[in-house]
C-alpha cells in the first residue's frame, strides 16, 4: 500500500464521528421501515371488511344419547328454536334452521354517515343479504353505541325477508361490531311469492355503497390482516424499550393479550355436556378454528346435558374428548376424570310474562320471590299463593342440579316423582298449573314456559331473548346480573366445570383449547355473557368459585 495515501486515509477516518454514522444509519432503517409499513398497510381508503365468522345449521338432524333413549331423559344433540317478536305475535317455529355471525371492521379513513349510499336523499345503510334463506331475528354485538342505533330504527317485516337492513355508521379504523342472524330455509310457499334468489345458494354477500370505498369480503377473520401493523408497532415498542425500560414492554404485552391467540394445534376434538354452557363452547370453539384454519382443527360441541357429557367421556376414555358440567356431580367419577373450573355460568329462575303478576319480574325490594317461594313452587306447587305450573329439567342436567342445591336444600322429590310434560296441542299448555313435569332440554323446557299460563322453571340467563314472552323472575329482587353476582347479591349460579381423560398432554388440541378459553382475549369477548370466567372473579365476592 502506498505510505503517503494510507497515512492521508488513516487521517480522514481519525475526522469520522463512528457513534453518529451508526446513530445516522439505525435511524434512517427504522424510518424506512416504518414508512414502507405505513404505505403498505395504513390506506388512505374508505374500507369495510366484512367476514362470516360462523354460519352453521341449528337443528338440522338429531341423534338421541344411548344412555338416554327415551322418557323424560331423552335428548337430541341439536336445538329446536321457536320466536317471537313480541308476546302477542304469533310463534315462528324455526325449521331447518342456522345462525349467522358477520363481523364488519373499519379498515380505511374514518367513516360518518354521509360517505354512505348511493344518491342524495337515499337513506344511508346497507344490507346482509342471505339467498334462498330467511331473516328471522338478528341482533348487533360487541357495540353498543351501533347496537341501539339499529334498535331505534323500524326494522323490516321478516316475513320472507332474504337480508338484514344496516343503518349507516360513523366509525374510525379499527372500529367494529357483529352482527347475530337467526335463519331459516326459505319454505316453497316463500320462493313461489318472491321469486327464487338469483345469487348461488346460501352465499352471503354485502349490498351497499361507500363513497370513495368499498365494501370488503375477507376469507379469514378481521384481525388477521393487520399482524402487519402489529409488527410496525413492535417495532415502535421495542425502541420504546430501548429508552425507557420495561413500562412500554408491559403495554405492548398487554395490547397482544386482547388479540386472541391461541398455539394452534390440529385434530379433532369432541365436546359434550351442558345445554348451559354449550352456545359459550361453541362461540370459543368457532373462534379457535378461524384462528388456527392452517392446522385445521375440528371442534363438535354436543350440547346433550351435564350427565350425558360426564357419561360418554367416562365411557369413551379418550383426550379427544371434554365433558361440560354445570357445577360438580353428586356422585364422584371416576379418578381419571379430571375437573378444570373455567368460570361461574349465571341461571335464571324464569316465568310465563302473560300471566304472572308483573311484579315477580320487577326489581327492588319486595319484589321477585324469595328462596322459599321459589322452593314452594317446585315442592309445594299447589299450596303456593299462586298457582304455578312448574316445569323441571330431567335428570341429566347440571342446572336441575345447581337449582335444587340452591333452592331446594338438595331435596327435590317433586321433580325426582315428575314425568314428562305433555305434548301441545295447538296453542294449548304443556305444562298443567300445581304439578311439575320435565322437558329434556333448555330450549324445550323455555317453549313449555311460553305456551302455559302461570308456568315458572330456570334456565341460564343468554337462553331468554329468544321467547319475548318470558321473563327473568328477579330472586330477593336482584336481577340475574353480572354486577349482581359478583357482588353475590345474586347467587343463582354454578362453577362451570371442562372434564377431562387425565391431565392432557401441553401440545395436544384439547390442552390449547382450554388454554384459549381462559385466555385474556377470550375473557374480553365473553363478558357480554351469562358466564363469568375465572380471572374476572378475582376480588369478587364469589373469588373462590375456581378453587374448589
Known sequence: MNVAADGLFGTVLSHIDWVEVVTTLLISAVLSI??????KFFTTERKIAWTVMYDEPINIGTRTVPELKSGPGAADETWDIVYRSKP????IDVKSGSLAVVEFRNVGKSLTNENFGHDVGQAPEFKLVFPNRRVVHWKIRDNDEYRERDQRRTKPEAKSAN??????????RGDAFKVVVLLTRKTKEDKAQDGDDTSPAETIYVSGHIHDGKF??????TGKPYRPARIAGAIVCALLLFAGGGWSYGVWLTGRALTPAPQCAGGTLQIDGSTAFAPIAKEVATEYEQDCQNYQPVITVNAVGSVAGLTALTNDGSQQVIAMYDGK????????DVPHAVGWVI???????NSLPANDFLSGTGNGLTDNQIEQAFNQPAQSAVRYAPVGRSSA?????TFMNTFLGGADGAETAAK???APTGAGPSAVPGSVCLEPTTMQLLEAVDTTSDAIGYAEADALPFFPGIGAITINGFEPTRTNTLSHAYTFGATEHLYTDGTPAGDTLTADFLSFLQSAAVTAQLRDTSFISCSDLAGSAISDACNG
Open 34 to 39: 416504518l414508512g414502507f409499513l405505513s404505505r
Open 88 to 91: 302477542e305475535a304469533p310463534k
Open 163 to 172: 337480508h338484514v337492513r344496516l343503518p349507516a355508521f360513523e366509525s374510525n
Open 216 to 221: 370488503e369480503k375477507h376469507e379469514q377473520r
Open 329 to 336: 356431580p353428586d356422585s364422584a367419577p371416576p379418578s381419571r
Open 347 to 353: 341461571f335464571a329462575v324464569v316465568g310465563n310474562r
Open 397 to 401: 342436567s347440571g342446572t336441575r342440579e
Open 420 to 422: 314428562a310434560c305433555p
